[in-house]
């Protein structure tokens, strides 16, 4: 069983930047595929970025060149580097581990761009 906990969401203006965090419990987090993912009010959940189990990385062609995915396995952590931010960057946030047969989700954290 893996618990997630995501912090480092807020308001910030156009331009801004911002540092996701999202702290897992338990053993073997080096072994989890760790995503981020976001849902703006009336839109469906989307995938923003992903960082494999051996750090391979990947992201949505929308923020590619401004957020960056990371993880320190020491810490049990994942983080997601969040620059020069757009009003249509405003949404819920969500941590997500995965492996095969198994998947945990973070209670999300609310990201806000508005001048």
């Known amino acids: 069983q893996v618990q997630l906990v995501e912090s ?18 338990g053993s073997m987090f080096n072994a989890y595929a760790m995503d ?8 469906q959940r989307e995938l ?4 494999s189990s051996r750090n391979n990385t990947g992201y949505r062609e929308s923020v590619k060149g401004r957020f960056t995915i990371s993880r320190d396995n020491a810490k049990n952590t994942v983080y ?17 581990a995965t492996r095969p047969g198994e998947h945990y989700w973070g209670q999300g954290t609310q990201v806000t761009v508005s001048s």
């Open 8 to 25: 480092g969401g807020g308001l910030v203006q156009p331009g801004g930047s911002l540092r996701l965090s999202c702290a897992a419990s």
């Open 36 to 43: 981020w993912y976001r849902q703006a009010p009336g839109k």
């Open 80 to 96: 997601l580097q969040m620059n020069n931010l757009k009003p249509e960057d405003t949404a819920v946030y969500y941590c997500h």
């Open 48 to 51: 923003v970025a992903l960082i």
